[in-house]
């Protein structure tokens, strides 16, 4: 089992993705702001972290680099649908700049499954 942060503006995003990853094992704590998230991942412990590019108080891309400057270890997936613009930019700019790996929205259970047995230590996944 590992714990798993979520770090999403969208209830039916965390909500979804909290589901999948509970039928899988894990515990999983949310924060639907990037200001939030951003402190449960200081004060926390996670072995894994989910995180939408375009939030409300705090972005995420200078998150993710503040992120990687407080530990480098954790895998950190960016997940984006783009916002109004559907320009998935973001992401590429998110894997540049410090996340392990991207996943665009709208994603499925088998895309979000597939990303965590890959990124986490097999007696965590």
Do not use: C, W
Request: net charge negative; no cysteine; charged share 30%.
């Amino acid at each position: 089992m590992a714990r798993i942060l979520i770090i999403d503006d969208e209830d039916l995003v965390r909500l979804t993705v909290g589901q999948t990853l509970k039928k899988m094992g894990h515990e999983i704590e949310e924060a639907d702001n990037g200001e939030i998230g951003e402190q449960m991942f200081r004060e926390g412990t996670y072995d894994l972290v989910f995180y939408d590019i375009i939030m409300p108080r705090k972005e995420g891309i200078q998150t993710i680099i503040e992120m990687r400057k407080a530990n480098r270890s954790i895998p950190i997936i960016a997940m984006s649908g783009g916002g109004r613009t559907r320009n998935t930019d973001f992401l590429e700019m998110a894997e540049t700049l410090g996340a392990t790996a991207t996943l665009p929205k709208p994603f499925g259970r088998a895309e979000l499954t597939k990303l965590v047995l890959e990124f986490l230590p097999q007696e965590a996944a």
